[in-house]
Nanobody, 124 residues
Framework: QVQLVESGGGLVQAGGSLRLSCTASGGTFSSSAMGWFRQAPGKEREFVATISGGGRLTIISDSVKGRFAISRDNAKNTVFLQMNSLKLDDTAVYYC?????????????????WGQGTQVTVSS
C-alpha cells in the first residue's frame, strides 16, 4: 500500500509562485510514475503534469505549460510541482497520484493511489 501526502498549498496573489510537494511511503517510488491533478469547485478533476519513474520524461498539460514544472527526488520519495505566474483559474485542490508503472500517463483512471489533496487559492 502506498500513501501519499501533499504539502505546500496555500493562498497566493495572481502572478505569484508556489511549490507543491508530495512524499510517498510504501511501494518502490522509483518504479512509479507520478502525476499531479487538480479539481476546481464544480468541475471534474483534470490532469496537470506527470513524470516517469526515472524522472527523465514529463508531460505538462497545455493549460499550464510554460508556467508549471514537475520534478522528483527519488532519494527522498518526493515529487514536486513548481507553479509560477499563477492565475485565478489555477485555484483548485491539487492531488498527487502514483502508478504501479514507471510510465507517464495523463489519464486519471491509470493511477492507483491518491493523496488527500492540498488547496491552492489564487487571489487578485
Amino acid at each position: 500500500q502506498v500513501q501519499l501526502v501533499e504539502s505546500g498549498g496555500g493562498l497566493v496573489q495572481a502572478g505569484g509562485s508556489l511549490r507543491l510537494s508530495c512524499t510517498a511511503s510504501g511501494g518502490t517510488f522509483s518504479s512509479s510514475a507520478m502525476g499531479w491533478f487538480r479539481q476546481a469547485p464544480g468541475k471534474e478533476r483534470e490532469f496537470v503534469a506527470t513524470i516517469s519513474g526515472g524522472g527523465r520524461l514529463t508531460i505538462i498539460s497545455d493549460s499550464v505549460k510554460g508556467r508549471f514544472a514537475i520534478s522528483r527526488d527519488n532519494a527522498k520519495n518526493t515529487v514536486f510541482l513548481q507553479m509560477n505566474s499563477l492565475k485565478l483559474d489555477d485555484t483548485a485542490v491539487y492531488y498527487c497520484a502514483s502508478r504501479l508503472s514507471p510510465f507517464r500517463s495523463g489519464r486519471l483512471a491509470e493511477y492507483d493511489y491518491w493523496g488527500q489533496g492540498t488547496q491552492v487559492t489564487v487571489s487578485s
